[in-house]
């Protein structure tokens, strides 16, 4: 018996053909998400790719289409811009509650054949009832789609210990606390990748930190750790807005390399992001002594870094590989499903 598995984000989505073990036989990757229907106004672009990624992962796995039995299904596609909008769970929550609220879905065309498709559902943070003054209470807010499926995936690892605080690195940054009794206590989200992305593409710091025409390679590995110190240092001191002219004066003022001063532009937008977890507080039992870093190596790296410079004492260990950040997502809704009943 076989599962499609989607992970649909705000950019790019993973189709990946499993069985319930969580042997992975086919994976097709889609540059489409929700930006899609936020910038056409209509759906129709992000089901299409959805559709176009099934099918191919269908026929990558070699699978027969009836032998497949359900298509589960996490992350923005849940989301108002997503395929079928369905209402986060409140934090705080576990596997067993997304089991209990998985969603069957109908009439979302992915496939030709007439399998049942299931939807995760996200949490969002926990709020009162009634709102008085939003703006006053808006900054403790937060909601997750997609992550929580991965925290479900990384807390059936045996080496994960709890509690945790995990730091998700992709076009946004979650922190994302985890008590003892494996219950996602709830979320800080930022725009950091978003933002580094639309600094370089919109405004002129891009020159400064890309090589483009520049024939010096970056060195193997670079690191250089007073650069991000510096880096963190300006951030306290004078905040990202007037950090983010400090690249350009270091290439149009200043002898320094290409490279030196994308670490440097990496470095602010990373401890801009760090301040972050002064607001942990906002959940009771967080952990501030424990932290697991998803993502790319370089910026695990430099995370780990500055989180070690505002925390000494922290224990900080990182998923970088692909395949296992993968595996987490897959790992993750599995555990769910089978809670569910939906695999036996």
Not at 19 to 27: Q, R, S
Not at 48 to 67: K, M, N, T, Y
Not at 315 to 330: A, H, M, N, R
Request: glycine share 6%; net charge negative.
């Amino acid at each position: 018996m076989y599962y499609l598995t989607i992970d649909c984000g705000t950019t790019n989505s993973r189709v990946y053909a499993v069985d319930k073990n969580g042997k992975i036989y086919a994976k097709a990757a889609k540059k489409v998400g929700v930006r899609n229907t936020s910038m056409t106004g209509s759906r129709a672009c992000l089901e299409e790719g959805l559709r176009d990624a099934v099918h191919e992962c269908i026929r990558s796995s070699g699978i027969h289409p009836e032998e497949f039995c359900a298509v589960l299904s996490s992350g923005m596609i849940t989301s108002e811009i997503g395929l079928c909008e369905v209402p986060h769970l409140m934090a705080p929550c576990d596997a067993t509650r997304l089991a209990e609220n998985i969603t069957l879905v109908k009439d979302v065309h992915l496939t030709d054949f007439n399998i049942p498709v299931y939807f995760v559902r996200g949490i969002k943070n926990a709020m009162p009832e009634k709102v008085e003054n939003p703006f006053v209470l808006v900054g403790n807010l937060d909601f997750m789609r997609g992550e929580e499926v991965q925290m479900v995936g990384m807390m059936t690892h045996a080496s994960c210990v709890l509690p945790a605080t995990a730091v998700v690195l992709s076009s946004h940054t979650k922190f994302i606390a985890i008590d003892a009794n494996e219950r996602i206590l709830g979320s800080l989200t930022t725009t950091s990748g978003q933002l580094r992305e639309a600094i370089l593409a919109q405004t002129f710091v891009g020159i400064s930190v890309e090589k483009r025409d520049n024939p010096e390679d970056e060195p193997e590995e670079y690191f250089d750790t007073g650069i991000v110190r510096e880096a963190a240092e300006w951030i306290r001191r004078t905040g990202i807005v007037r950090s983010m002219m400090f690249p350009r004066f270091l290439d149009v003022l200043l002898d320094t390399k290409w490279y030196e001063r994308k670490l440097f532009f990496d470095a602010l937008i990373a401890a801009e992001d760090m301040l972050a977890i002064n607001q942990l507080d906002t959940f009771y039992e967080t952990c501030k002594e424990r932290f697991v870093l998803i993502g790319l190596p370089s910026r695990c790296r430099l995370y780990e870094y500055i989180l070690k410079q505002l925390m000494p004492n922290a224990q900080v260990s990182s998923i970088t590989d692909p395949e296992e950040i993968d595996k987490l997502s897959i790992d993750g809704i599995l555990t769910i499903v089978k809670k569910a009943g939906i695999i036996k």
